[in-house]
């Protein structure tokens, strides 16, 4: 399992954020977990399933590199 958390801080708005995370599922595939949302509210999730450990590595590397183009940092 890996995980990645992210925040983003801006001076008039809740602070927000963003995890991805890597799982084996039930069933041998690999689960890819996105989260979002502002700190201390309700977020948001969508799981996307993968057959194999590389095609989600790399699904979960666009969706964090994206999240920190959009101005998140690393926790």
């Given at each position: 399992m890996a995980i990645c958390l992210?925040?983003?801080?801006t001076p008039c708005r809740a602070p927000r954020f963003y995890r991805v995370e890597i799982a084996m599922?039930?069933?041998g595939e690999v689960?890819?977990?996105?989260?979002?949302?502002?700190?201390?509210?309700r977020?948001?999730?969508?799981i996307?399933?993968?057959?194999?450990?590389?095609d989600a590595s790399i699904a979960?590397?666009?969706h964090r590199n994206r999240a920190i183009g959009r101005g998140y940092a690393r926790a």
């Open positions: 992210l925040y983003r801080q599922n039930l069933f689960s890819v977990l996105r989260e979002w949302g502002v700190a201390r509210g977020g948001h999730g969508v996307n399933v993968y057959g194999n450990l590389r979960a590397d666009q």
